[in-house]
């Protein structure tokens, strides 16, 4: 069975950094891409970053130059640095392993940007 | 950026009956297009790939179609565990993009 739990979330001010986790486990994670996709409260899905296994990647203009998407395949683990921090970043973040679609799914993690 | 619009909204059904949702690309997007499901509380389930193909587990009653920009997903017979928000999602462009989601309700 596949599992991918998300660890790393938190209140966090504007401008802040957070480093979110995911670890996976039940597949041959190195060659599985990777997404990390967020949902604000109340709202719906945003897609927000891509890691494949030959490291192509790929950001939602939303994100880009501030949050970068990186793996450890040693560590079955994919990881999303986030940097300067905006209230509207405030989200459930949930892994997701891909095959074009996102098939599995971890339970998300929570990121608070408030001051 | 592909936008994807899902109608409607909010569909209110009785269990047992056919709910019908609607997805629609503003630019082809061939049958790169998958569905999933979202009860409160949890994270999203994938239901449905290239458009028609049923994920691993997932009931005969989800059926999808289409391909290009308009897609549908049907369940043919509405179940208490169907009460749900269902997401359409491209993945033929980057940045890949989601629709805003149809709440499917109990009528």
């Known amino acids: 069975e596949v599992q991918l739990v998300e660890s790393g979330g938190d209140l966090v001010q504007p401008g802040g950094s957070l480093r979110l986790s995911c670890a996976a486990s039940?597949?041959?994670?190195?060659?599985?891409?990777m997404n990390w996709v967020r949902q604000a409260p109340g709202k719906g899905l945003e897609w927000v970053a891509y890691?494949?296994?030959?490291?192509?990647?790929y950001y939602a203009d939303s994100v880009k130059g501030r949050f970068t998407i990186s793996r450890d395949n040693a560590k079955n683990s994919v990881y999303l640095q986030m940097t300067s921090l905006r209230g509207e970043d405030t989200a459930v973040y949930y892994c997701?392993?891909?095959?074009?679609?996102?098939?599995?799914w971890g339970q998300g993690t929570l990121v608070t940007v408030s001051s | 950026e592909i936008v994807m619009t899902q109608s409607p909204a909010t569909l209110s059904v009785s269990p047992g009956e056919r709910a019908t949702l609607s997805c629609r690309a503003s630019q082809s997007v061939s049958s790169d297009l998958a569905w999933y499901q979202q009860k409160p509380g949890q994270a999203p389930r994938l239901l449905i790939y290239r458009a028609s193909t049923r994920a691993t587990g997932i009931p005969a009653r989800f059926t999808g179609t289409g391909s290009g920009t308009e897609f549908t997903l049907t369940i043919s017979s509405l179940q208490s565990e169907d009460f749900a928000v269902y997401y359409c999602q491209q993945y033929n462009n980057w940045p890949r993009t989601f629709g805003q989601g149809t709440k499917v309700e109990i009528k």
């Open positions: 997701a392993s891909s095959f074009g679609h996102l098939d599995n």
């Open positions: 039940g597949l041959t994670f190195s060659t599985y891409s």
């Open positions: 890691m494949n296994s030959m490291s192509s990647i």
